[in-house]
Structures are given as structure tokens and as C-alpha cells.
């Protein structure tokens, strides 16, 4: 239920967009929707609440040995999916060339954005959970001291990771359009390419994570991440950043299945 009330925000987020042009109304349910399915997670789509409620689903739903493999296999998945997404953020611009006015206008995309959430509801009603422990039998298996402070110390790693990623995420394509005067035509295939290269990016963090351990593989990205970040701040041409954020976002996205098995 959780899952679907959030994929239900999505939809009714896609609707009031394809239907009205009053920006407190698009702020306001931006912000709403928001709350589920912020902009941090593998994709690109799946973050604040939808993203753990999933993790713990997939943790669920899979055995302990092939956890790393079923999140990987996820992050793949949501990768290539973001990466059409956004090729198709330039569609509009595209058939506008062609005076296809009545299908390149931006509503379009809010349209099939309530369509892919029409589909993904009948995929989550078709996913049964297993069956939940008693309240009693819950508390009897509290985490350690040990492995409590290892969760609060990645979960506070994290918090300021999300803090800080979350300003670029929220202005970059702003910055592009400011910094070298390009638009979502231009825009969209950087999305697209970044996108794909996370998918291919994810099985090297696997791989990385069996020989120096999930903490190091999680260290390094984000280290490389970061160096990647000022790059393509002090970049001087548009060429030069798209390479460097195109990097940038691999780098970031690689190590999340390692995070979340």
C-alpha cells in the first residue's frame, strides 16, 4: 500500500501539469509529490520515501546471497528506463521542426508520465509481500548496539550526501541553460547518456565491492564523484561539462545497489 499511494502522487502529479499552467498549483503539487519519488535515487526517480520502502521489498522478496545481484539487476533497470525518459524530454523541440504542433507541446510528456504510472499500479498490484512478523517476535530481534551504530553512522553519511547532491540535481539543467545557453533538445541526450553509462556503471561497483568491500567501493565513488562535481563546475565549454557530469553521474549512481544490499 505504501508503494502504491506513492505511485498514486505521480499520477495525480502528471495530471494537474497536463491540465493547467498556474505555478502555485504546479508548486504546490510538485512539492507533494516530491515527497515520494524525489530526484536521488538510482534513475533519477525513485528516491525520498519510495526508495527505502522499495529496498526493503527487494530485501524481502530475495535471498541473502543474491541480494547484490537483485539490486544491481534493479539498478540496471532503472537506469536504462531513466535514460529514455530523458531522450524523450527533447521530443517535443523535435517534432515541433515538423509543425507536429498538437504532439510537441511539454503536456505530452506529463501524459505518458500518468500512463507509466497507470502501468506501474497494476504491476505493484500484482506483487504479493510476504507475511509480517508478530509485534513481539519483531522487538525480540532488535539490531545490536554494534550494528545500530554502523546503520546511524551510513545513515548520517548518506543524509549529508542527499543534502548536498540535492543542489546540483536541482539546478544543473538551470545551469546549462544559463551557463551556455542550450535547451532540453541539448539537454536531453546529456540526461540520456548519463543515464546509460550508470547502467553499464553498476556491475563495476559489484565487482569493486567483492575485492576492497562495500564500504571502500562506497568511499571511492564518492570521493571520484566529488572531484568529478568541481570539473564540471569550472568547466569552460558546454562539450567539456556534459563529459564531466556524464562521469559524474555514473560515479555517483554506481555504488547504490552496493548501498542498499
Known sequence: PFLVAFTV????????????????VLITISVISGIGRGGGGMGGGQAGPFAPAESALLADLSHESQRRRVFSWNGVASSLLAAAGAALAGLPVLLGRYHLFLLS?????????MILALVSLLILFSVREPPRKSRAERQS??????????????????????????FVNSLFVVWLHLRF????????????????LSAGSVWVASVMAGRMGSVGTIVMTRIVAAALMVATALSPFFWVAVLFQILRTAATMMATPVRQS
Open 9 to 24: 502522487l505521480m499520477l495525480i502529479w502528471g495530471a494537474v501539469f497536463s491540465f493547467t499552467t498556474y505555478l502555485p
Open 105 to 113: 507541446s511539454n503536456e505530452g510528456l506529463f501524459v505518458l508520465t
Open 141 to 166: 530481534r532488535l539490531l545490536s548496539r554494534q550494528s545500530m551504530r554502523i546503520v546511524m553512522y551510513q545513515s548520517l553519511v548518506g543524509a549529508f550526501n542527499s543534502f548536498g547532491i540535492s
Open 181 to 196: 545557453g542550450v535547451g532540453q533538445e541539448s539537454i536531453g541526450p546529456v540526461m540520456t547518456a548519463s543515464y546509460l
